[in-house]
C-alpha cells in the first residue's frame, strides 16, 4: 500500500532555497566531524584507531578514555548522516535542475511569442527615505525610486531585503552599480557604502514592492 502511495505520489518540487539548507546542514556536519577529529587529535592524538590502553594493557593515563569513545561514536554516526545528506543534495540538484530546464524551454517557448517586445526588468525594492549628507544622498539617491538592480541583486535573486544588506555590509568602502527607475525613466547610479554621521553604511530605508 505504501509503495503504492508512493508511486503514486506527484515529486515534490525543489527549490533553491532547499539546495541553499540541504548544504548549509551538510557543511554544519562536516563542522561537527571537524571538532570531534580536533578532541582525538588533542587527546594524545589517537584519532579513530589509536590504542587507548598501554603496552601493559592498563588503560592511558593520558587519554581521557570517555571522551575519546564519545567522539569516536559520534563521528561514525556523523559521518553516516553526512553520507545521506549528500545523495540528499545530488537528488535535490537533479530535480532542481529538471525543473529548471522544463522552465528554460517554456520560457523560450514565450520569448519566441512575444520576441518583439521586450520588457525591461521589475522593480523590487522602493526608496522611502534618503537622509540628507548621507552617501545615498551624494550618489543621488531619492524618495521614490524604484530599485531593480543593486550590486549584485536583481530582479531573478531578490528574496528579502537581507539581500542587499549582506551585499552593503560586504562592500563598504567599494562602488555599487544601483539601477532604478525614477518617473519612468531608467537611471544607473555608483554608491559607496562607508560610515558617515549617521546610522548604517547608506542612510536610506528601503522597502520591498509587491510583485
Given at each position: 500500500?505504501?509503495?503504492?502511495?508512493?508511486?503514486?505520489?506527484?515529486?515534490?518540487?525543489?527549490?533553491?532555497?532547499?539546495?541553499?539548507?540541504?548544504?548549509?546542514?551538510?557543511?554544519?556536519?562536516?563542522?561537527?566531524?571537524?571538532?570531534?577529529?580536533?578532541?582525538?587529535?588533542?587527546?594524545?592524538?589517537?584519532?579513530?584507531?589509536?590504542?587507548?590502553?598501554?603496552?601493559?594493557?592498563?588503560?592511558?593515563?593520558?587519554?581521557?578514555?570517555?571522551?575519546?569513545?564519545?567522539?569516536?561514536?559520534?563521528?561514525?554516526?556523523?559521518?553516516?548522516?553526512?553520507?545521506?545528506?549528500?545523495?540528499?543534495?545530488?537528488?535535490?540538484?537533479?530535480?532542481?535542475?529538471?525543473?529548471?530546464?522544463?522552465?528554460?524551454?517554456?520560457?523560450?517557448?514565450?520569448?519566441?511569442?512575444?520576441?518583439?517586445?521586450?520588457?525591461?526588468?521589475?522593480?523590487?525594492?522602493?526608496?522611502?527615505?534618503?537622509?540628507?549628507?548621507?552617501?545615498?544622498f551624494q550618489a543621488g539617491l531619492r524618495v521614490g525610486d524604484e530599485i531593480m538592480e543593486f550590486g549584485s541583486v536583481n530582479t531573478q535573486n531578490f528574496?528579502?531585503?537581507?539581500?542587499?544588506?549582506?551585499?552593503?555590509?560586504?562592500?563598504?568602502?567599494?562602488?555599487?552599480?544601483?539601477?532604478?527607475?525614477?518617473?519612468?525613466?531608467?537611471?544607473?547610479?555608483?554608491?559607496?557604502?562607508?560610515?558617515?554621521?549617521?546610522?548604517?553604511?547608506?542612510?536610506?530605508?528601503?522597502?520591498?514592492?509587491?510583485?
Amino acid at each position: 500500500m505504501k509503495m503504492t502511495e508512493v508511486n503514486n505520489a506527484v515529486e515534490p518540487s525543489v527549490t533553491e532555497e532547499d539546495v541553499r539548507l540541504l548544504i548549509k546542514r551538510k557543511e554544519e556536519i562536516e563542522e561537527q566531524i571537524k571538532a570531534y577529529y580536533d578532541m582525538l587529535q588533542a587527546q594524545g592524538g589517537v584519532g579513530m584507531d589509536g590504542p587507548l590502553v598501554d603496552v601493559e594493557g592498563f588503560p592511558r593515563a593520558d587519554v581521557d578514555l570517555y571522551k575519546v569513545r564519545t567522539a569516536r561514536h559520534s563521528i561514525s554516526c556523523l559521518q553516516n548522516d553526512h553520507k545521506a545528506i549528500m545523495v540528499e543534495i545530488e537528488e535535490a540538484l537533479h530535480r532542481l535542475h529538471a525543473t529548471a530546464r522544463v522552465r528554460h524551454e517554456k520560457d523560450e517557448t514565450k520569448m519566441e511569442a512575444t520576441e518583439q517586445s521586450v520588457s525591461p526588468p521589475s522593480p523590487f525594492a522602493l526608496v522611502d527615505a534618503v537622509t540628507q549628507g548621507s552617501p545615498a544622498f551624494q550618489a543621488g539617491l531619492r524618495v521614490g525610486d524604484e530599485i531593480m538592480e543593486f550590486g549584485s541583486v536583481n530582479t531573478q535573486n531578490f528574496r528579502n531585503l537581507r539581500d542587499i544588506a549582506s551585499v552593503v555590509q560586504h562592500s563598504e568602502g567599494k562602488s555599487l552599480r544601483v539601477g532604478l527607475f525614477r518617473n519612468g525613466q531608467e537611471v544607473h547610479l555608483n554608491l559607496t557604502p562607508r560610515n558617515w554621521s549617521g546610522r548604517g553604511l547608506l542612510g536610506c530605508n528601503l522597502v520591498p514592492l509587491q510583485r
